[in-house]
């Protein structure tokens, strides 16, 4: 079972650069799609985008313009970078794993990470 | 997009009973879904995929059925670690999408 820890600040200011990191503690980046998923307090799931383990993207449109998902194999870890915050993006951040073999659904996830856009 | 709607929102429901929850598709997605189970304060567990199939160590009393753009999530017995909110999934194309979720309380 594949293993992940999101790490990053927990306050942003408005019109910065939110910067998360997931690390793979158990398993391998290979073969996986790894997502960014947040949750805005009492509210539902929204997926932000994946990274295949080739390095290839896939971002929700609504978000596109302002995210950047990469990945570091020698670190097993996985980034987001969400620029130009605002208060909505006030939300915490989950990162989940995905093997081909679940076709698309997510088996592992991280504890999320609670990030504040405020002054 | 593909819109995931859900229903009910919300469901009260008492230990042993039986429950559905429906997840309905904007668009067909064939077997590309998912459930989840989400406590407070937790992420989510995957429960289901594939529609139908039970992720390993999820209890046989979940169960998943449909395709295309109508979906069932059946809890056979509730059980008091049931309560919670439910999800579906689209996987089907890009971006994956969520339902709006299902809350399930103790009646």
């Known amino acids: 079972q594949v293993q992940l820890q999101e790490s990053g600040p927990g306050l942003v200011k408005p019109s910065e650069t939110l910067i998360l990191t997931c690390t793979v503690s158990v398993g391998s980046i290979s073969g996986n799609y790894w997502s960014w998923i947040r949750q805005p307090p009492g509210k539902g799931l929204e997926w932000i985008g994946n990274?295949?383990?080739?390095?290839?993207?896939n971002y929700n449109p609504s978000l596109k313009s302002r995210v950047t998902i990469s990945l570091d194999t020698s670190k097993n870890q996985f980034s987001l970078k969400l620029r130009s915050v605002t208060a909505p993006d006030t939300a915490v951040y989950y990162c989940a794993s995905s093997h081909t073999l679940l076709r698309g659904a997510m088996g592992s996830w991280g504890r999320g990470t609670l990030v504040t856009v405020s002054s | 997009d593909i819109q995931m709607t859900q229903s009910p929102s919300s469901v009260s429901a008492s230990v042993g009973d039986r429950v559905t929850i429906t997840c309905r598709a904007s668009q067909g997605i064939g077997t590309w879904l998912a459930w989840y189970q989400q406590k407070p304060g937790k992420a989510p567990d995957l429960l289901i995929y594939?529609?139908?199939t039970l992720q390993s160590g999820v209890p046989s009393r979940f169960s998943g059925s449909g395709s295309g753009t109508q979906f069932t999530l059946t809890i056979s017995s509730l059980q008091p670690e049931d309560f919670a909110t439910y999800y579906c999934q689209q996987a089907s194309s890009f971006p994956n999408t969520f339902g709006q979720g299902t809350r399930l309380e103790i009646k």
């Open positions: 594939s529609a139908s």
């Open positions: 990274i295949y383990f080739s390095g290839s993207t």
